[in-house]
Nanobody
């Protein structure tokens, strides 16, 4: 059974850092692009970042560009999201999801319902940034 499990969330002060991990099992991670999404209370899910299956293409939402870095280690079946310079508005549940291709996954980041279009989702990890 294909599964993604996020970890690394927590409570951090404004300006702090966290590294999220997205571990895959039950499928070959190196065949999929991986996107990170987040959903704040009362808001729609939004795309944050995406990495291609071979780690040669990345995408960042304008709101996180220059602060977040996505990377992957296919040998460990894990994708990471390094988050620096965290702000209170980054507070959300962060999800990772697998997509058929980099272009397709990036396209879903502009949708209000990306969960309808991507194949596998994790359960999410909560990031709380205090001011």
């Amino acid at each position: 059974q294909a599964q993604l499990v996020e970890s690394g969330g927590g409570l951090v002060q404004s300006g702090g850092s966290l590294r999220l991990s997205c571990a895959a099992s039950g499928f070959s991670l190196d065949r999929y692009a991986i996107g990170w999404f987040r959903q704040a209370p009362g808001k729609e899910r939004e795309g944050v970042s995406c990495v291609s299956n071979s780690d040669d293409n990345t995408y960042y939402a304008d709101s996180v560009k220059g602060r977040f870095t996505i990377s992957r280690d296919n040998a460990k079946s894990t994708v990471y999201l390094q988050m620096n310079g965290l702000k209170p508005e980054d507070t959300a549940v962060y999800y990772c999801a697998a997509g058929k291709s980099f272009a397709f996954t990036v396209a879903t980041m502009a949708l209000t319902d990306p969960d309808r279009h991507l194949e596998v989702w994790g359960q999410g990890t909560l990031v709380t940034v205090s001011s």
